[in-house]
């Protein structure tokens, strides 16, 4: 059973930065694409970014934290960070991490695509 622990939201002005840090249990964490999607209230889940299997040296992002989030991975830690910056109200929402196991078939943004998520964490944004 693989589970994710994400920490790291909490409450910041517009223009703040946050760090979010998603814990992955299991052997197999290198082997997973790690993605991070978020919910605002009365909406559906939308994609914010997607890292690689092993080194991570691929990554990709919604259009929306473009230049803004960064996303990385420590498979000694097997943990997922997602580093954010000059953070808006808009991006208020609760975040998730998830893994996807078939990672090599490439990075991928359909939540249906990612088969483990976290609990999630409360990002909250005031202006």
């Known amino acids: 059973q693989v589970q994710l622990v994400e920490s790291g939201g909490g409450l910041v002005q517009a223009g703040g930065s946050l760090r979010l840090s998603c814990a992955v249990s299991?052997?197999?964490?290198?082997?997973?694409?790690m993605g991070w999607f978020r919910q605002a209230p009365g909406k559906e889940r939308e994609f914010v970014a997607v890292?690689?299997?092993?080194?991570?040296?691929?990554?990709y992002y919604a259009d929306s934290v473009k230049g803004r989030f960064t996303i990385s991975r420590d498979n000694a830690k097997n943990t997922v960070y997602l580093q954010m910056n000059t953070l808006k109200p808009e991006d208020t929402a609760i975040y998730y991490c998830?893994?996807?196991?078939?990672?090599?078939?490439?990075?991928?943004?359909?939540?249906?695509?990612?088969?483990?998520w976290g609990q999630g964490t409360q990002v909250t944004v005031s202006s």
């Open positions: 998830a893994a996807d196991p078939q990672g090599l078939l490439g990075l991928r943004v359909g939540p249906a695509e990612y088969d483990y």
């Open positions: 299991g052997r197999t964490f290198s082997t997973y694409a």
């Open positions: 890292i690689s299997t092993w080194s991570g040296g691929r990554t």
